[in-house]
């Protein structure tokens, strides 16, 4: 461990991690099972186009959250993009800020306006900024699920039924959670997970729309297959949004392998919240033990008692090895083509411009460990302990121009 502020690899000591460790290393359960069914895959001839594999794969998703269907897509921003047709949104949706880009791009990409809201103290939308929001162009919501947490989604639901809204949710990072002891899959018109390869569940690149209503099933089902309808007829417009069978079985790979997941995130965040709980000024988001988690994330805010910024311990972090990520930094309404379309947004969203600022995903996942917890809070402690003399290094540097000034 470092012993003065002059060991930090910022300022030029050794790294603490030559190999460095990442938030979303990939899980891959039974490899030798995995290369099996490729193999399998492989022999069969048939790749894509709805086979075997993804039905298997649609039908286990489908069974795990309780829903009637699962339609499986080539990755979470397709599927949400057809939720979206399927559902017939128009004209204004409401979505918040404080997410990954793609839940806005989803909208924007078929000339939808994306209107953000700002977020509560769960990083979910605010139901109370919701109604002041609503227009006559005003067609839906779509809330998201953020980091597994789930979103108030009685109140959301009561609003959309008084304005008559469709609401859908983004629940990319939810496979496998609860809500009041129902899996989230199972909320609104459909919801939407990714299964891109940093996800708690993994099919390298993939998605699904899930739903109990089968009209919408079908129509999602048409749409990722250029909706086609029959052999050579096509009853409606479509695009290319289908899974294919190799990524079908690395999905019911991890599925096989969903509780060990748990059990091992679950351990993570055991052990950082063992090791943080005593650091001034770090604050460990909490998952609520009575409802089911994958505990995928492992999140925590920088509160000025820390004495050093979100971003220069970003910068700290990296430094040695600690690939830390700032999500969802620095919103939505601050990237393009948001931010020339809105460009006083940031006023109305001052929880998502706070949690911009201040959030930091620590590495986790199968293939870390409580040694490299350890290590990583031990340095976080030391830190924090050093903070004095560590802005003024950082301000020294800052000053002789090796390095950005905004980081302070
Ligand atoms: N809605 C929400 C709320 C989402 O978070 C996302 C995706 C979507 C919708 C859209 O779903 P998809 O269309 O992606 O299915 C990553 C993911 O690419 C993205 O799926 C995810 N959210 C987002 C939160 O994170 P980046 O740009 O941060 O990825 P990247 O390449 O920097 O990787 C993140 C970390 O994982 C790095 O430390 C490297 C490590 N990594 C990554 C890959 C791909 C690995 O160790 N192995 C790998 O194979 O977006």
Redesign the pocket.
């Known amino acids: 461990m470092k012993s003065s502020p002059d060991d930090l690899a910022i300022f030029g000591g050794k790294p603490l991690f030559l190999q460095v460790l ?5 899980n891959v359960g039974d490899q030798v099972k995995l290369m099996k069914r490729m193999s399998d895959v492989l022999k069969s001839r048939w790749f894509t186009n709805n086979g075997s594999q993804v039905q298997e794969f649609e039908r286990r998703v489908a069974e795990t959250v309780g829903v009637r269907h699962c339609v499986a897509m080539c ?4 599927a ?1 993009e057809i939720a979206i047709r399927a559902a017939g949104l128009t004209g204004e949706v409401i979505v918040p800020s404080f ?2 880009v ?2 806005a791009h989803a909208l924007q990409w078929q000339g939808i306006m994306p209107v953000f809201c700002d977020i509560d103290e769960t990083f979910c939308l605010d139901p109370n900024r919701i109604e002041e929001l609503i227009t006559p162009r005003t067609t839906g919501i779509i809330g ?1 699920h ?1 980091w597994g947490h789930t979103c108030n989604v009685e109140a959301l639901a009561a609003i959309c039924g008084r304005f008559n809204l469709v609401l859908l949710f ?1 629940a ?2 939810a496979f496998g959670c609860s809500r009041n002891g129902v899996m989230v899959g199972r909320f609104g018109r459909a919801e939407v997970f ?6 708690f569940l993994n099919t390298f ?3 699904a729309v899930v739903t109990d209503d089968s009209a919408f099933a079908n129509c999602c089902r048409a749409m990722r297959n250029f909706g086609f309808s029959g052999e050579d007829q096509v009853s409606a417009l479509g695009i290319n949004g289908k899974m294919n069978e190799f990524e079908a079985v690395m999905g019911l790979t991890s599925l096989e392998h969903m509780e060990e997941i748990v059990v091992a995130n679950r351990n993570n965040y055991l052990a950082y919240r063992k090791e943080l709980r005593d650091i001034p000024g770090l604050i460990l988001m909490d998952y609520e033990e009575n409802e089911r988690n994958n505990f995928q994330y492992i999140v925590i805010e920088i509160a000025e008692k820390a004495g050093v910024s979100r971003d220069l311990l970003h910068a700290l972090l990296q430094a040695e090895g600690i ?1 830390a ?1 700032r ?1 969802f930094h620095p919103g939505c309404h601050r990237m393009e083509p948001y931010r020339s379309l809105y460009p006083r947004a940031a006023h109305f969203l001052p929880q998502t411009e706070r949690a911009c600022a201040r959030m930091l995903c620590l590495p986790t996942g199968t293939g870390v460990g409580a040694e490299q917890i350890r290590t990583i809070c031990a340095l976080l402690s030391f830190v924090v302990r050093n903070d004095v003399d560590i802005r003024a290094r950082w301000k020294g540097l800052s000053v002789s121009g090796s390095s950005s000034g905004s980081m302070e």
């Open positions: 990442h938030v979303g290393r990939p990755n979470g921003t397709t949400l997410t990954f793609a839940t998201v953020l983004d990319a990072h990714s299964f891109h390869a940093t996800k690149e993939g998605g690939l990520r999500y």
